[in-house]
């Protein structure tokens, strides 16, 4: 009986041992496309601190995900990003704005302790996604507050970018995306690179001290002797 049995038990594990090999297939993993930036020259060129960078929810995981024609979400089965995707993000668009604005000042938010920059980009993305049949779709809005704090700029960007349906192909289109956000980015903060100096203000003189008088008493004339020409004996 235990001869024919065998034939059994390698069966058994052949199966369990091909259901392992299905359960453990590689995956791949994927980073956005930040293109080929140059590398910006000057040192001193237009100072930028780019964040708080806000990402949505959905977008915080390692997740790929697949827009469906429904407008829903699934996971998809083969890929999944390799790290961070917020952080991915960040690194791109800084690379991108220092080579579009040829500075090297361009830093993530908070910056260095004694950098003062001359604008700061707010920017809030809500939507960055795609699917097999569907294409990337980026949607963002940004604020510019320059060197005294007041906005300067304030915008809300819907892009589109087509793909060839493969999970590479859709990362591929959402790099692209950012990178289409970061030229549009550069072209609104070019004319806040000339902003005139912030003027010290002068300090403020002490206002004089007004002294209340004391209001004029009536002047009483002084009596006057009254001369007559009587003369006055005495005896």
Known sequence: MKFLRLPFVLLISGVLGLAGCSMHQPVSLYQLDSGEPGQPKQSAGMAVVL??????DYLQRETLLQRQADGSLTAATD???AGSLSADIDQLLVR???WRLDSQR??????NTGFTPDVQVLLSITRLDSGANQPAVLDAQWRLLDRRGQVRD?????LEQ??????AAQV?????????LAEQLSIALKPLAN???IAEEQPKKAAPVQVRKEPEKPKIPLATPIRTDMEVFRF
């Open 51 to 56: 964040g708080p960078v806000s990402v949505a």
């Open 79 to 81: 890929g999944r990003w």
């Open 96 to 98: 991108q704005l220092a």
């Open 106 to 111: 361009v830093v993530l938010a908070p910056g």
């Open 154 to 158: 304030n915008r809300i960007v819907h």
């Open 162 to 167: 087509q793909h060839q349906g493969s999970a």
């Open 172 to 180: 591929q289109a959402q790099g692209q995306l950012l990178q289409k």
């Open 195 to 197: 902003q005139p100096p």
